[in-house]
């Protein structure tokens, strides 16, 4: 029987470098409270994002929700439903009011004209998401924060490593939340990170991740535990100096789905943008059945009785989730809802061979029409 490809495999370093980072780990008995590898971590990831201020969380939706509640903000947030609900959630759960924004229809990232319609007198900010490692048009998304005075807090989940005009993409907005989980191009096992620009706010969610802990005698906000423990840390440090690497071996995999790919009639593959360095984080397929032969769930089965593994990433948007649905119209979004029905995400990690992808492919042709 053939091996089964999964939708994605964890980068890790090799086990002996691992266990050589955790050793000082023994003689310290420090395993969370931000010790040593905490704080080298947040140092090195500064360096490599090159954002002046980092924070280290538990996960990603905890940089989220906590950069949020960080920035004082209250009202409407408008977002996109083409999203992991880990975004909406975050809004949600600070008392924010979701409103969503459809996506442009190339990068499906939030389509900067059609934000302006949204903005009411109790909109407080602007949270866009960087989708499968493709960029918002972030100057487009500023100028209307500036004109509308809003916070822009990025959703940077899949854009872990990536420039935008030699820049890192942490760098714009007012804030921007990455994802560490064991799935990203870089990972600590579980984890994330919040940049925030104002040095006020990215010290209000140093606390908040803390209790909302100020001193031994002082608590002067409402907190979760949030911090980031020694051994996720640990992991981070070690991912980190190879992470250029699994980036390159992923690009590998890339370029051959686009060989293999590129001819088929009815599948539109990830856009390539201009001026931004990509971390090939996701392979998304858009399939138009009609065209193609069969629609995203049928090939997903084919798929999965050749014992592959592809995910129907995102789906359903949000605003057709049923937790969501009773208060939204997932048909004001239609781009993003025909999406949600034909986006494919195809197996992408470091580890991918070409034989793999070509394996992969082999399918996907056999099922075209």
Not at 216 to 235: H, L, Q
Request: charge should be negative.
């Amino acid at each position: 029987m053939e091996k089964n490809i999964l939708v994605t495999r964890s980068s890790m370093p090799e086990y002996e470098e691992y266990i050589e980072e955790i050793k000082d780990i023994w003689d310290s008995r420090w395993l969370t409270n931000m010790g040593a590898k905490h704080q080298k971590l947040i140092e090195e990831l500064k360096a490599y994002l090159g954002v002046e201020h980092l924070d280290l969380l538990t996960n990603g939706h905890m940089a989220l929700e906590l950069t949020l509640q960080a920035l004082n903000l209250s009202g409407e947030v408008i977002t996109t439903p083409f999203t992991f609900i880990s975004t909406t959630h975050a809004i949600t759960r600070n008392g924010l009011t979701p409103v969503f924004c459809d996506i442009d229809p190339e990068t499906y990232t939030m389509d900067p004209n059609k934000i302006e319609a949204l903005i009411t007198e109790k909109t407080c900010a602007i949270m866009p998401v960087h989708v499968y490692g493709n960029v918002c048009d972030v100057e487009a998304i500023e100028a209307i924060a500036k004109k509308h005075n809003l916070k822009v807090i990025y959703d940077a989940a899949h854009v872990f490593g990536v420039k935008y005009k030699g820049k890192g993409i942490g760098s714009f907005g007012d804030a921007s939340c990455f994802s560490f989980h064991a799935t990203k191009v870089f990972n600590t096992i579980e984890g994330g990170a919040a940049i925030i620009r104002d040095p006020e706010a990215a010290e209000r969610l140093y606390r908040l991740k803390d209790f909302g802990i100020l001193d031994s005698e002082r608590i002067d906000c409402i907190g979760p535990n949030a911090k980031m423990n020694e051994f996720c840390a640990a992991m981070g440090l070690c991912n980190l100096r190879h992470v250029d690497g699994e980036i390159a071996k992923r690009k590998a995999a890339a370029d051959c789905y686009r060989k293999e790919l590129a001819v088929l009639e009815g599948l539109r593959l990830n856009c390539e943008q201009a001026d931004v360095t990509p971390n090939y984080a996701y392979f998304p397929v858009l399939i138009d059945p009609d065209r193609f032969g069969m629609n995203r769930d049928e090939l997903c089965e084919k798929l999965k009785e050749a014992h592959i593994f592809a995910r129907k990433y995102f789906y359903p948007c949000v605003n057709a989730a049923e937790c969501y649905s009773d208060r939204y119209n997932a048909e004001d979004t239609p781009i993003a809802l025909d999406y949600s029905h034909k986006v494919l995400t195809l197996p992408m990690f470091a580890d991918l061979t070409e034989d793999d992808v070509r394996r992969i492919c082999a399918v996907i042709k056999n099922c075209h029409k």
